[in-house]
């Protein structure tokens, strides 16, 4: 079946090098260092980045961080949470812009 | 959820099993990753551990049961082979260690017996306990009691400290009950500071995932138990499920076969390798056949050598022997490393 997103193809993420090898070295390097431990433990880590996951909508990133969030022992209750905590900054990112629609309104009516 | 055997499945011959692992899917040999670090033929170090699977019987029939063990299984093992391993430990004061498994051990008719026996050898005796047996029947009430008079450890499977995730893995309603039965088990002393009474409870996934890191997990095991249900326990053992039996019929049902695989694969740990329990621990079936492992025994991958019978015990060829490896053993070494005894690094 031809798709654009196909799961297998998350397991060649790291390939991306073949095309450019100095900046995917950089840049995986970098994403190693963001999710090591830090002031914000790797446990943590991987919750925020389920979150933003959802937020962007990535199917691999989905995929990943679901996995990995069990791995790193949280309960579906709090994956769940994480998933809101996206939907609404999500929603509330819209909505607040209707200010800026009410603005208009006012500068645009009697 | 019935057994496998029951279900006349196709994995209940160990054959399949090994014939299915064995099958060509690309994945690097376990023999070829251990040659990679050095560690290969894979001897033992010593035996400390004497594993004993006394029966396959048991009271419930959890989804990813190594054994397979379920209220059908019949296989128990007889006060006659119990007699020749009490010979056995008896003559090798290095064995530290008796560790009693199933199947349900309580629910082999000389299980009494056998622990009374094995306390008067002073030896450290562990019962994986399954909890819920402490209430399945009136007379197994008495078990916390007795396990504080012969000073046995206990170390119990709790894959969780939800219902959800339990009860998804062991059966509906375990979760309770297995509250109920830790909470007796402290009642006599277990898990308390300074009782040397020692509680040890068990973590495995409850799906096609790794265990998370076992002091972390811990931790919240601790907080959430104590503040739920001001349950104490000592340590919890991080487990990860091996891809056999129940648990391998259960990847390849939900597709999850290869990642599963792929996942413990690329998690392989050379420190893990080093110190897989196999190398210090033997397996005896409840026939008496001696195997590297409870895995190996449920794969019927008796033990290199000339010793493979309990009644033929042979010190000097079971620690010369080259222990039986195959793609399962990819499970202990993942990670972080998993034992009986939990992570191994
Ligand atoms: S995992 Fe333990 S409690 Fe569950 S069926 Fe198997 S032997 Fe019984
Ligand atoms: S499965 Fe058994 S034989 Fe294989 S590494 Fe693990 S303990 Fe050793």
Redesign the interface.
Known sequence: MKTYYNPEDL?KFSKIGNFQKKLADKFFDYYGEVFAEGELSA?EKSLIALAVAHAIQCPYCIDAYT?DS????W??GQMMEAVHVAGAIRGGASLVHGVQMMNKVNDLTM | MKSLLAQKHKFSDSKAQIEFLEENRGFPLFADSLKSCGIFPLKPAGIDIFQMNIGKMCNQVCKHCHVDAGPDRKEIMTRETMEICLSVIRNNPEIQTVDLTGGAPEMNPEFFWFVEEVSKLNRKIIVRCNLTIILANKKYHILPEFFKEHKVEVVSSLP?Y?A??TDSQRGEGVFEKSIRAIQMLNEVGYGKENSGLMLNLVYN?A?A?????QA??EG?FKQQLSRQFGIVFNHLFTITNMPISRFLEYLIQTENYEDYM?KLISAFNPAAATGVMCRNTLSIGWDGQIYDCDFNQMLELNVSGASKHIRDFDKQSLLTREIVLNQHCFGCTAGSGSSCGGATT
Do not use: C, H, V, Y
């Open positions: 397991k446990r996995s069990l791995e790193k022992g309960t579906e | 969780f939800n959800q995730r996934p799906g995932f790794l265990p998370a890191a972390i997990l919240q792929d």
